[in-house]
């Protein structure tokens, strides 16, 4: 099966840190642009951050602009999430997404095939 297992969140406080990773198995990873969605509640899914699969190139939203930095390791079918400058607005739970199709900042979550069960980041004040 196809599987898109994500870690690393929790809670922190206001300014702080935290660093999503998402493993990936099951696919050719190499032909798969990743992107990280949240939803908050009551909130639609909303695009985070992605990566291409070839050139590297990367997309964040406006958001999370100097802040959020996504990243991947082909050799460890992993693609991460380095979030800093936490605020509040920032909790959420977090999706890892595939598709073959990079979309940069006009992803939506329509545009994902594969997603992963999400995991929570709070941030309190």
């Known amino acids: 099966q196809v599987q898109l297992v994500e870690s690393g969140g929790g809670s922190v406080q206001s300014g702080g840190s935290l660093r999503l990773s998402c493993a990936v198995s099951?696919?050719?990873?190499?032909?798969?642009?990743m992107a990280w969605f949240r939803q908050a509640p009551g909130k639609e899914r909303e695009f985070v951050a992605a990566?291409?699969?070839?050139?590297?190139?990367?997309a964040v939203a406006d958001f999370a602009e100097g802040r959020f930095t996504i990243s991947r390791d082909d050799a460890k079918t992993t693609v991460y999430l380095q979030m800093n400058i936490l605020t509040p607005e920032d909790t959420a739970v977090y999706y890892c997404?595939?598709?073959?199709?990079?979309?940069?900042?006009?992803?939506?979550?329509?545009?994902?095939?594969?997603w992963g069960k999400g995991i929570l980041v709070t941030v309190f004040s």
């Open positions: 997404g595939a598709d073959t199709v990079f979309g940069g900042t006009t992803w939506t979550a329509a545009h994902m095939t594969y």
């Open positions: 099951g696919l050719t990873f190499g032909n798969y642009a």
């Open positions: 990566v291409h699969q070839n050139s590297m190139i990367t």
